[in-house]
């Protein structure tokens, strides 16, 4: 007997097919069970559209996510830039940019020196041209004695020292390194030795800074500083399952990704992989035996303020190596998710004809349902808190049973959920439950969870729930295909108390933005801003980007650049589109600026090639 037979609209044919293919079917049955194979034509034709449509909202959610740094919890502190940006400021330029007609031509009576190593930037003697009133603004040199020709000639003329009103700027520069290096970096570790500009090291790798060694640091030549911050959060990673089944293992799970601690083998204490540093597919097995769980890096909790750092994506699946810095993983990442989409639309409906509950939003609409964030049809409730389950039956309907929830915290008040009876309860009447746990059969609204349980968990499900689908068409794709997207749907915080931030409550921030504006807070002593999460779907969080370039292009063009245009929004151009757009080099791969300078040896001699040219 083949059964109940789904139709084209996806609806269950009141006629079962009672004879199987052996037998022979009557003309009723025969009829009947053509949907299912019509059902498989009329699928392929008209909603491959749907997967090709997906892949460009993946695409465009997920463009700007290059991989821009090797460590996210590593910082760098580059001493030169950080003079140079306050050198940079209007009111430091505005003293030497008044006496730079006074200065040009001057003859410097001695010796220039930069305050930081001692150095010689200009020789006396020297005539001072345009460029050299420059540098003496960029290393915030405080005065200089010259000599200016007079119609008498140089030799009569008096020497005269010239304040160039930086004081202000080197005590605001002292202040700024100080907090720094006794602030953020009190108590962290140096993750690479400390050189001078003549290559000796001051400080080796793994000196703790502390106000000692912050004093040193301030009086030293030191160009950059590498610090490690130990601030990665990781997520915990465990086999996936589906009724029983493994879906995806811990190995497969792990393999090319960086564990957030070392990996100790609980019966010999030998180390199996070290933090920070790629777990091959051979430690990934053997870490499956004495592990059910691990915590790695993981693109869902990258610091990075733009992209992707090196170490939270891990390797290249493409090379097989570890990924190299401008690889465009957010592109390779919409591609890897979308392609397979394809399958998955043809692939569907071939479970025999047979209607069951899930065949409802399998395949590509539940990606489609999970990806734009979207409450799922007839969807399960959560427990929104821990406590004890009772089940009674409704007095007035004995259609409806209650289920209700008491906590044994006597401050928290109990919650009573209406089910109608078809529905399959999940728990029973007693059992102790935790918040989140779904009372019956059913998907479960991605909102609910990220109002019950938080970021991590919301992250966590989508992931699992994209890979079911994948990985019971026989498609596989890994986890940080998946994570990148996600990371891009939880990248806002909406604002509920403002603190001294000067943001309005119901104001949407970046995540970025929020995390940088709090941390200045706290230097300032003001009140931080309190913020929820928003996860948006990828159509709404590509049009909610920084960049309205992108927006514009994408969809809806003429509200978005109207918008833009009213609050005068600037586009940062970071990612792809909008650089393709203006006609620029894309920031991924050699159009990164890190790699227009290169200098190339060959056979032992060096020799230029590129230039600085945008």
């Known amino acids: 007997m083949r059964g109940l037979i789904a139709d084209t609209s996806g609806k269950t044919v009141e006629l079962p097919v009672k004879a199987n293919f052996r037998e022979g079917l009557t003309v009723l049955d025969y ?24 892949t460009r909202r993946l695409v465009d959610v997920s463009q700007d ?31 030497i940019m008044g006496l730079k007609q006074t200065l040009l031509g001057a003859v410097l009576d001695e010796d220039v020196l930069d305050r930081r190593n001692g150095d010689i930037l200009l020789v006396k003697g020297k005539t001072l041209d345009a460029d050299d009133v420059t540098l003496l603004n960029r290393h915030l ?3 200089i004695s010259v000599i200016i020709p007079t119609a008498d000639g140089i030799e009569a003329a008096e020497p005269k020292t010239f304040d160039l009103g930086t004081q202000d700027a080197v005590a605001e520069y002292n202040r700024a390194m100080r907090h720094h290096l006794t602030v953020h970096f009190a108590g962290k570790k140096l993750e690479e030795d400390a050189y001078d500009r003549q290559g000796n090291v001051l400080f080796p790798a793994g000196t703790v800074i502390d106000s000692d060694v912050a004093e040193k640091i301030l009086v030293s030549d030191i160009p950059v500083l590498k610090v490690r911050m130990d601030e990665a959060e990781g997520v915990e990673v465990s086999l996936i399952e589906e009724k029983g089944q493994p879906i995806e293992s811990l190995a497969d799970r792990i393999a090319g990704r960086c564990p957030l601690e070392d990996v100790v083998n609980p019966t010999t204490g030998e180390v199996i992989a070290k933090k920070n540093e790629e777990i091959s597919d051979a430690q990934a097995e053997e870490i499956q035996k004495y592990y059910d769980k691990l915590k790695v890096r993981s693109i869902l909790t990258c610091h990075s303020a733009h992209g992707v750092c090196a170490k939270c994506y891990g390797r290249n699946l493409a090379t097989g190596r570890h990924v190299e810095i401008g690889e465009a993983v957010g592109i390779i990442a919409a591609q890897s998710i979308g392609e397979p989409g394809t399958q998955l639309t043809m692939r569907t409906f ?60 006597p401050d928290i008040a109990p919650e009573s959920e209406k089910i109608p009876v078809a529905k399959k309860i999940s728990v029973t009447n007693g059992e102790f439950i935790k918040a989140g746990t779904r009372l019956f059969e059913g998907n479960v609204n991605p909102h609910d969870i990220l109002d019950v349980l938080g970021v991590q968990a919301t992250q966590n ?4 729930e994209v890979q079911k689908v994948y990985r019971s068409q026989g498609v596989e794709i890994n986890d940080k295909h998946i994570e990148i997207i996600v990371h891009q749907m939880l990248r806002k915080i909406k604002i509920t108390e403002p603190g001294g931030s000067g943001w309005l409550p119901g ?39 920084d960049s309205f370039l992108s927006a514009a292009s994408f969809q809806e063009t003429t509200r978005v650049l109207t918008e833009a245009a009213i609050k ?23 159009g990164m ?22």
């Open 350 to 409: 071939h479970t025999g004809g047979v209607a069951s509950a899930e065949d409802i939003t399998q395949g590509l609409p539940r990606v489609e349902e999970l990806f734009e964030a979207r409450k799922p049809k007839g969807n399960a409730i959560i427990s929104r808190i821990d406590g004890t389950v009772s089940i009674t039956s409704a007095e007035d309907n004995p259609n409806v049973k209650i289920i209700t929830i008491t906590s044994n915290d």
């Open 593 to 614: 600026s890190r790699y227009r300078k290169l200098n190339v040896i060959h056979k032992g001699e060096s020799f230029e090639t590129g230039s600085d040219a945008e």
């Open 65 to 95: 996510v290059i991989v821009r740094e090797e460590d996210c919890d590593v910082q760098v502190l580059n001493f030169d830039r950080e003079q140079s940006l306050i050198a940079s400021q209007p009111e430091v330029k505005k003293t």
């Open 461 to 464: 499900y989508i992931v699992k």
């Open 507 to 545: 104001e949407t921030v970046d995540i970025v933005a929020f995390r940088a504006m709090n941390q200045r807070l706290d230097d300032e002593g003001k009140d931080r801003a309190v913020g929820e999460n928003l996860l948006l779907g990828t159509t709404k969080a590509a049009l909610a980007t």
């Open 31 to 54: 009829f009947t069970s053509s949907h299912g194979a019509r059902k498989g034509l009329a699928d392929t034709a008209l909603r491959t559209a749907d997967s090709g449509y997906l």
């Open 568 to 590: 005068g929004k600037e586009d940062p151009l970071l990612g792809l589109k909008e650089n393709v757009i203006i006609g620029k080099l894309i920031p991924a791969g050699t």
């Open 141 to 143: 040199v405080e005065h």
